[in-house]
């Protein structure tokens, strides 16, 4: 990406360090004027917000954080000065993929680590091989073969589901599943069985498989208890896997402690660290909050975006999360934007390949819509009613719709529960974008 930012000389286009607050359309001149917290001011016709899906962080979460004494951060603003763990006692909430990664990461450079758990994470080993000369030169041989293929795969990987449940009997299904799992990558996951996110059974199945290989690497029943999902809770994949290396084994270094606060919540943050519903205090020098972010809408909810009539893109997304093709809002005309609700890019996706299938798709539509001397484009009320149907369609056969994590928003109080993420597929989602561009951007008003 450096290569392309330097090789398209697009470094004097950007400028760093700048906060948007406010953006406002005016309908008369069919334009948009962009304030920052610097306090510049832009006058635009069109406005893309590329903020990004996992951006605006979940920082407040606890009564008290003022008070503590020691250093309290969430990982999006990890400190970038040295940060010195060694003899500290450190405490982090939060066991997702970020979680995950700083508690297998720091465990041997704390003092004492204190891992706060609420629900446990289905995990797969991550191989991260090390790959020398003649491996890349395998890799770059495929250029084009990936070129063509990753575009149209179910996630933008180069992978895709290969093996179908029902036409293999029960062994051959555990060998496919072992075979896959020692690959450690997301393929068991992205590339196994797509039967696991519609059907409860095959998805018990994968589960159980899963489950099975945590147990077997904890040698404490008390850590399996609380750190291995249990049947029922909810299926493997229905919310992102996080990949890693050696961290259940972590939870067996004597410095190590789980803490469940599943049915004994973190109560508030005190100057010595945190207390619990019960009053135990765990004293802390260091909390990290991997609590994750508000996904997909939460970045553009934070910059006042008021479109046509002043309609506010936050209190709208307050009541219903709603977009056109994921890049889109009706009420708010000339206004794009990538990694957005209800598109691939707002979780179940490779970030590269659909950030540019949706760049691509935008730069065309503002390039068409000039050529044809128009000024304005917007989502239709049917348009977008259409899209939105589409995409619930899709998402309530999906597993995934009933579990609770961040792909369906149930991470943000009071957060409208929808499937964030278009889970027809990025080839699929494609198509459907290209073909509402083939037929003169069908769903949306041009003037
Ligand atoms: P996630 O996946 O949203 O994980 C957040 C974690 O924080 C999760 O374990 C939560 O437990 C936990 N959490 C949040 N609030 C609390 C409270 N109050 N008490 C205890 N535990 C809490 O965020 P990540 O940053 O790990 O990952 C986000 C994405 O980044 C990831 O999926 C990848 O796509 C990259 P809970 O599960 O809600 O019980």
Redesign the pocket.
Known sequence: MHYITDRLDLRRDIRFSTTVSSAEYDAGRGRWTVRTVQGDLYDVQFLIGCTGM?SAP?EN??PGQASFRGRMFH?ARWPRENLDLAGRRVGV???????IQVIQTIADQVGALTV?V??P?YVLPMKNPKYGPEDERLYKARFDELKANLPHTFTGFEYDFRHVWADLTPEQRLAVLEEIHADGSLKLWLASFAEMFFDEAVSEEISEFVRGKMRARLKDPALIDLLVPKPGDYGFGTH?VPLETNYLEVYHRPNVTAVS?RDN??AEIVPDGIRLADGTVHELDVIIM????DAGSGALSRIDIRGRDNRSLAEEWRRDIRTTYGMAKEGFPNLFMTGAPLAPSA?LCNMTTCLQQQTEWISRCINALRASGKAVIEPTVEGEEAWVRHHDEVADQNLISRTN??YVGA?VPGKPRRVLSYTGGVGTYRRKCDEAAQDGYRGFAIA
């Open positions: 996992l979940l979460r606890f990982t909430i939060g066991i997702g993929a970020t979680g706060f609420r629900t994470q992102r606060v919540p973190i991997a609590t994750g972010f979780a994590s961040w991470n």
